[in-house]
């Protein structure tokens, strides 16, 4: 008697944990459908930037002698050496701008700072970093909540990004990708993609 209880105990025990483990269940393989296969998601933008200024990528290597003269000139700490896992581009300049973004100071301190000529000196305007995108899904104002970060804090205002006729936030020709929005955006609904030559 004893053992036909332990039996009957141990079966339940089976079939209660198999109905209870992630992607189980009770029904036998043959009459469970399978799941079909997640959406594959578009490749993540790279997480970094170079800083203004910059040439194409393949002459700031060359140039690029990593002596870090750009990013001690930055006064709010934005450029930062790339680490070893970055291959080639390891201890040159770059910006990530989820950190710390770009503020597009108008004397751009880094550039004149550069010894090798991989930053060469431009207009704040013409400076080209990368260009923010907006997932306007995620965009809290999209959502009926009012927020207005990303355009009030704008370094180069509504030339970048501006509310648009049915008062979304639209990026605008005049973005230069410096990052600030993105870096603000409390939805982290704003990405930057940089530049299609880097």
């Not at 105990?9 to 296969?37: D, E, I």
């Amino acid at each position: 008697m004893e053992l036909n209880r332990r039996k009957f105990f141990t079966h339940f025990g089976r079939v209660l944990a198999s109905n209870l483990l992630p992607g189980k269940s009770g029904a036998s393989a043959s009459s469970t459908k399978a799941k079909p296969s997640p959406p594959e998601q578009a490749p993540s933008l790279r997480p970094w930037l170079r800083p203004p200024g910059a040439l194409a990528e393949p002459d700031f290597l060359e140039k690029c002698t990593r002596c870090t003269d750009c990013a001690e000139a930055c006064p709010y700490d934005s450029i930062r050496r790339l680490g070893p896992e970055f291959g080639p581009a390891a201890g040159t300049p770059a910006i990530i701008p989820t950190e710390s973004p770009c503020y597009l100071c108008q004397d751009t301190p880094c550039i004149p700072a550069c010894p090798d000529g991989a930053l060469v000196m431009l207009p704040v305007a013409q400076v080209s970093i990368g260009t923010a995108l907006i997932d306007l899904n995620a965009c809290y104002v999209s959502q009926g909540q009012r927020c207005n970060y990303c355009v009030k804090r704008c370094p180069l205002g509504q030339s970048a990004i501006a509310f648009d006729p049915n008062g979304l936030p639209s990026i605008e020709d005049g973005c230069v990708g410096c990052g600030v929005c993105a870096y603000l955006c409390p939805a982290d609904a704003i990405v930057i993609s940089p530049r299609t030559d880097v």
